[in-house]
Each structure stands twice: as structure tokens, then as C-alpha cells.
């Protein structure tokens, strides 16, 4: 298949409420959505990049950059026989993965478009569902915390993660822990602590966590294997993990016990189902991430989440969780069983509301072949 045209939007689309993390606090997704023109067909992907390099190295800007003056162009010169030919057509750009991802997704939903199927990278999913949960940002104290997980409790979700930093770390966990004794709870610290803050975290150990998740530096693998015997909570990788190399280094390390598979910090979808695969193999489970991404990535990661080596919750709540309005006109809503329903639809099945999508556009650029 030969790509024809390629279109990109820097959007801005207002969260309901900041989303505030141990290093950075966001008001809206700065992402950057892609649409695609192949022999009449069309496609939607995006890049949940965010406002500032605090996550990982890219920003809207520099994914803005790095597709426009490489990733694109390179695109349109490769004859794609099939999705999984776009990471190696990318190779010779280092890093820049979540810009990578935009393209590699919207490729996938291409070629699915093209043969009139749904996402074949997820066609061996095992559900037609992903349980999924909600990842709450820090809050000003303790007793509002103790609203806001009340509310989606109340919505329904049935798995919470807290972010965490040093000051805000045992005794929110504690509280929440104290208030919802069953609750299925996690942490989050983004890479805030260090290795000697061991004793600290283990303060954690009581409360009964899924998981302590990406404690230590956003690339380090070999710290975290030292850490991990020290805790009794499970060890959790996410910002570690760029690709399936270093899956593998951590399974072999045994850097953590499980892993956080979010394919736009992978580069794309592909590596990312290369990475499931791994790490079932190597008997380790993982489970879906988010970056508050549109309703256009929303539904990819969806339909990745509900493939059978994701065992916990995602962090992919209802499009209301984010956004007053999506760019989408099928956003997803919460069932019962705090579970989300895998699009059948044709391609990734997210069908974009064009209209809002130009309201919320800051600036497009395209390119034809
Ligand atoms: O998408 O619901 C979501 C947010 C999940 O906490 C979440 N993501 O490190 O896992 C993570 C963070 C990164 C957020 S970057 C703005
Ligand atoms: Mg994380």
C-alpha cells in the first residue's frame, strides 16, 4: 500500500479537571492527531504527546518537528506490505516514539480499513472487553482525595491508582486504604524517588497495592532490579519500557513484576503486542497505561487492552473521565462490571467528530506524496 497524503493537527481539548502528577501538572491533552489518505481510504491515529518533556523526551513540539521534517516524509516513501513494515521504516530516527506511534497506528487502522476488518494486531483478543480503572492525580489534601475517588467509585470504576510523590505518598495511600478497605488499589510515583528511598516505599508494604509503579529514574532498569527484593507490594515498570528490548532486560534482570504497556511510549502497536507476547511467554503479566489520551487513541489502546496477558485494570477510563467533549462522535461509556466494550467497528472504530475536531485545532500541516 502506498500512503498518498498525511495530514496533522496540534489540538488542544480541555480536561474536566488538571491532571497533576509528582512532576507536572496538565490542564488538557496537547496531542497531535494524524489522518491518512490511502487509495481512497481514510485513517485516524494520534500521538498523546503532552504539554512539556516532564513524562518522557517528547513534547507536542518536538513530535510536531520530528514528523514533520522526518517520520512523514519518510513514510510516504515506503511501500508498506503490511503495518508491522513501519517501526523498521522509522529505525534510523532514535527515540522519539510517541510521534512514531501516531503514524504506526494510523497505518494500522488502514490496512484494517482496507480489508474491512477490525484492528488485526488485536484480532486474537480474547474478550470483547477490557477492565479498566482510574488513575487519579494528586490533590490538594487528603479529604478532597477521599471525594474524588469516592466519585468514580460511584461511577462505578472498581480499581484506583494514586499518584504519588515524597509527601504525598503513605498517608493518601493510607487513607484511601483505611476508607475502601477492598478497594483494588495502586500507586504511581513517575520516576520521582531514588534507590535509598527503599525503606521509604516499603512503608507501602501494608497497604495491600497491585503494584508500586515506575518509582525510580524513567530509564532505569538496574535500580529497580535492586529495589524489587526490598518491597513486599509488586514492582511496576512503565517509563522504563521503550521497546521490546527492554522488556526483555527487565524480565531478565528481573527488574519488576510486571509491566505497564502504554504502545504510544513503544513506538507503536506492533512492539507493543511483541511485548504482551514476551512477557506471557516469560510468564510475567502486564497491563494497559494511558496517557489521557482522545477518543482516537482511546480506542486503540481498548482494543489492545483486551488482549489475554493484560490481567489488571487499565488505566482507560470513559471518555467523560477527561473530556466535556470528545473528538469523537462514539466515546466510550463504563458498564457495570467496570469494563469497557472493544469497538467490532471497521478499522479502530472511532468515528471523529470533524466539527469539534477544527475547534479544538491549533495548527495543521500535510504533506502529499
Ligand atoms: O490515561 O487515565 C489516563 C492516565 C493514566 O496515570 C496515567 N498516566 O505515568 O501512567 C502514567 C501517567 C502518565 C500521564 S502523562 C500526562
Ligand atoms: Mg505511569
Known amino acids: 500500500?502506498?500512503?498518498?497524503?498525511?495530514?496533522?493537527?496540534?489540538?488542544?481539548?480541555?480536561?474536566?479537571?488538571?491532571?497533576?502528577?509528582?512532576?507536572?501538572?496538565?490542564?488538557?491533552?496537547?496531542?497531535?492527531?494524524v489522518r491518512m489518505e490511502a487509495e481512497d481510504i481514510?485513517?485516524?491515529?494520534?500521538?498523546?504527546?503532552?504539554?512539556?518533556?516532564?513524562?518522557?523526551?517528547?513534547?507536542?513540539?518536538?513530535?510536531?518537528?520530528?514528523?514533520?521534517?522526518?517520520?512523514?516524509?519518510?513514510?510516504?516513501?515506503?511501500?508498506?506490505?503490511?503495518?508491522?513494515?513501519?517501526?523498521?521504516?522509522?529505525?534510523?530516527?532514535?527515540?522519539?516514539?510517541?510521534?512514531?506511534?501516531?503514524?504506526?497506528?494510523?497505518?494500522?487502522?488502514?490496512?484494517?480499513?482496507?480489508?474491512?476488518?477490525?484492528?488485526?494486531?488485536?484480532?486474537?483478543?480474547?474478550?470483547?472487553?477490557?477492565?479498566?480503572?482510574?488513575?487519579?492525580?494528586?490533590?490538594?489534601?487528603?479529604?478532597?482525595?477521599?471525594?474524588?475517588?469516592?466519585?468514580?467509585?460511584?461511577?462505578?470504576?472498581?480499581?484506583?491508582?494514586?499518584?504519588?510523590k515524597p509527601g504525598w505518598d503513605v498517608a493518601p495511600t493510607r487513607a484511601v486504604r483505611e476508607t475502601w478497605p477492598d478497594l483494588r488499589l495502586q500507586v504511581d510515583a513517575n520516576s520521582i524517588y531514588r534507590l535509598e528511598d527503599g525503606p521509604h516505599l516499603a512503608e507501602l508494604d501494608p497497604f495491600n497495592l497491585l503494584l508500586v509503579e515506575q518509582p525510580l529514574a524513567h530509564d532505569d532498569i538496574f535500580d529497580h532490579a535492586k529495589l524489587k527484593p526490598r518491597l513486599r507490594s509488586p514492582l511496576c515498570l512503565d517509563e522504563s519500557i521503550v521497546s521490546p528490548d527492554h522488556a526483555r532486560w527487565a524480565i531478565e534482570l528481573q527488574a519488576c513484576d510486571i509491566i505497564n504497556i502504554k504502545p504510544s511510549r513503544i513506538g507503536g502497536l506492533g512492539d507493543a503486542v511483541k511485548i504482551h507476547?514476551?512477557?506471557?511467554?516469560?510468564?510475567?503479566?502486564?497491563?494497559?497505561?494511558?496517557?489521557?489520551?482522545?477518543?482516537?487513541?482511546?480506542?486503540?489502546?481498548?482494543?489492545?487492552?483486551?488482549?489475554?496477558?493484560?490481567?489488571?485494570?487499565?488505566?482507560?477510563?470513559?471518555?467523560?473521565?477527561?473530556?466535556?467533549?470528545d473528538i469523537v462522535q462514539n466515546p466510550f461509556t463504563l458498564n457495570a462490571d467496570s469494563t469497557l466494550t472493544v469497538p467490532t467497528g471497521i478499522g479502530h472504530g472511532a468515528i471523529v467528530d470533524e466539527d469539534y475536531l477544527d475547534e479544538v485545532t491549533l495548527d495543521r500541516w500535510e504533506i502529499s506524496a
Open 42 to 164: 481514510v485513517a485516524w491515529g494520534e500521538s498523546p504527546v503532552g504539554e512539556n518533556p516532564f513524562y518522557n523526551e517528547e513534547n507536542q513540539k518536538t513530535a510536531w518537528t520530528i514528523l514533520q521534517d522526518y517520520l512523514a516524509p519518510m513514510l510516504l516513501k515506503t511501500e508498506l506490505a503490511s503495518p508491522w513494515d513501519v517501526t523498521p521504516a522509522f529505525a534510523r530516527v532514535r527515540g522519539n516514539r510517541m510521534a512514531k506511534a501516531g503514524l504506526e497506528f494510523t497505518v494500522w487502522d488502514l490496512f484494517a480499513r482496507a480489508h474491512s476488518a477490525a484492528w488485526p494486531a488485536c484480532s486474537a483478543a480474547r474478550e470483547r472487553r477490557a477492565e479498566v480503572g482510574v488513575s487519579v492525580g494528586i490533590q490538594q489534601d487528603i479529604p478532597t482525595l477521599l471525594k474524588v475517588v469516592g466519585a468514580y467509585l460511584d461511577d462505578g470504576y472498581t480499581r484506583i491508582k494514586l499518584k504519588i
Open 1 to 33: 500500500m502506498h500512503i498518498n497524503r498525511i495530514e496533522l493537527r496540534k489540538v488542544f481539548l480541555p480536561y474536566v479537571a488538571p491532571f497533576e502528577t509528582s512532576g507536572w501538572r496538565e490542564q488538557g491533552s496537547h496531542a497531535i492527531i
Open 277 to 325: 507476547d514476551m512477557a506471557q511467554a516469560a510468564g510475567m503479566a502486564v497491563w494497559h497505561g494511558g496517557m489521557l489520551e482522545t477518543g482516537i487513541g482511546r480506542t486503540i489502546n481498548v482494543a489492545l487492552a483486551s488482549l489475554p496477558n493484560f490481567t489488571l485494570p487499565g488505566d482507560i477510563s470513559a471518555n467523560d473521565r477527561y473530556f466535556k467533549r
